[in-house]
């Protein structure tokens, strides 16, 4: 199996849906001697901003000399960023190799009647076999959807547990009501193992206390006014928090400081649990870790900006960002939205602030909401706004469009986000070459 052939694999195994449960990665990881078993877990659960919280920790403790697992989805750029060791992403060869074995295990279980494992448990099992032969020291785990019946939850050998902003999102799996998601996502919580929280919606917050007392898990809750003297930037955010002052990040986006503050008490448990962290690895952990596609800058003057901004709750923090950092400058949007989302509720949240909104489809997915028919739901809001026929076309309106002071932001799902990212920075590099020089300078 070749890397083409490995993609066009992964890609058959979407027929197989999403099926909730741990039954069949159970079977999966048991026919590959479970993996999962000799590794070292922080288990990640929420709706927004886990991935942060886990690019957070991840790069704290590499920089504290630990060799660390990462496994996240959705990607921005290339499938196999979803597992990454030490920073770097698996190999081709690796990929290639582990999933020839995994597709045999799978094979053997569908030919004895059991149900062929998804796309996203036979990519956990994988993932599983590659940390182990890594031999990652620790392995920062983000849950897929939900949290007790993810695929993920497999683990027994968490040294911590987290759980971040928890809102609506994935109803149709997860429950309609905060509480049942939170009941989900509390899910992690593995019995006499730490959980730090976010301070999340009181009806949220006591699905996850009364699961935390029930397991005999000592729960740490973390409040964003627990962090004093802010000093918020676009690129660069500076903040004290306990014993530590001036703490910088270059992520940007106000709730980015919560964040932050949970991964830190999520290091501080992990130094208790044979996993000790300097403070000079914190700090400077901290100020190197990225994070593409959550309200990141790749270009300046004019400013744009990207974000996986996909529901109601991550838009009302991308608008407050927009209003808290770009006040009285022109904004324009460049949106894209699946059509299984609440589109509606993104678009009431976000379009007050832009002057000209933008929408696109991602190519070639089927859960794209058509660009044609997202700028008719958007008309309902806002006056101003075109449909564009490619992100190519998305990116040079949207300049036309700008001056130097204005602020372009694409936002909605991730899955477009990557190929607009390629798109502005090959622009601007074109741009570079033919002037001999930025113009970003």
């Not at 942060?52 to 920089?63: C, G, H, K, P």
């Not at 497999?154 to 994935?170: N, Q």
């Not at 964003?224 to 002052?245: L, M, S």
């Not at 962290?277 to 901290?286: D, M, Q, T, V, Y």
Request: include cysteine.
């Amino acid at each position: 199996m070749n890397y083409k052939d490995a993609l066009t694999y992964i890609e058959e195994t979407g027929k197989y849906g999403s099926v909730p449960g741990l039954e069949s990665i159970k079977e999966l990881c048991l026919r590959l001697g479970n993996p999962q078993d000799e590794l070292s877990f922080v288990h990640i659960a929420g709706t927004n901003g886990k991935g942060s919280v886990l690019a957070y920790i991840s790069t704290v403790l590499q920089e504290a000399g630990y060799w660390v697992g990462r496994y996240i989805s959705p990607t921005i750029s290339d499938y196999r960023e979803r597992i990454q060791v030490g920073g770097k992403m698996i190999s081709k060869e690796g990929l290639c190799r582990h999933l020839e074995t995994v597709k045999k295990a799978a094979e053997e279980m569908a030919a004895e009647g059991k149900p062929h494992p998804t796309a996203f448990e036979m990519e956990t099992a994988l993932a599983f076999l590659y940390f182990k032969e890594k031999k990652c020291d620790i392995v920062v785990l983000e849950t897929g959807l939900g949290g007790s019946l993810d695929a993920t939850n497999l683990v027994t050998t968490t040294a911590v547990s987290v759980i971040a902003s928890i809102s609506r999102d994935h109803m149709a799996f997860l429950g309609d009501t905060l509480a049942e998601i939170a009941e989900n996502k509390a899910g992690i919580i593995k019995t006499g193992v730490p959980v730090v929280s976010m301070e999340q919606e009181p009806e949220a917050m006591q699905v996850i206390r009364r699961t935390a007392e029930e397991k005999g898990s000592r729960l740490v809750i973390i409040s964003k006014e627990e962090a004093k003297n802010i000093r918020y930037g676009v690129e660069k955010q500076k903040f004290d928090y306990k014993q530590y002052k001036k703490l910088e990040i270059t992520l940007a986006g106000q709730y980015q400081i919560a964040n932050c503050i949970l991964a830190i008490e999520a290091l501080f448990i992990l130094s208790e649990r044979g996993f000790p962290i300097k403070e000079s690895a914190l700090r400077e952990g901290l100020k190197k870790t990225v994070w593409k596609g959550r309200f990141s800058v790749i270009a300046k003057k004019p400013f744009f900006i990207v974000d996986g901004a996909h529901n109601e709750d991550a838009a009302k923090k991308l608008a407050s960002s927009v209003r808290f950092y770009f006040t009285n400058k022109k904004i324009i949007y460049i949106m894209g939205i699946l059509k299984d989302k609440e589109y509606e509720k993104i678009i009431a949240q976000t379009c007050q602030m832009a002057e000209q909104i933008i929408t696109v489809a991602t190519p070639g997915n089927a859960r794209a909401m058509p660009a044609y028919e997202l700028a008719k739901a958007v008309k309902e809001y806002h006056p101003n706004v075109s449909a564009a026929d490619s992100l190519e076309e998305a990116v040079e309106m949207s300049y036309l469009l700008a001056d130097r002071d204005s602020v372009i932001i694409a936002f909605g799902s991730l899955s477009f986000l990557g190929q607009l990212m390629t798109i502005v920075e090959n622009r601007h590099t074109i741009r570079r070459d033919s002037h001999g020089r930025s113009e970003e300078n």
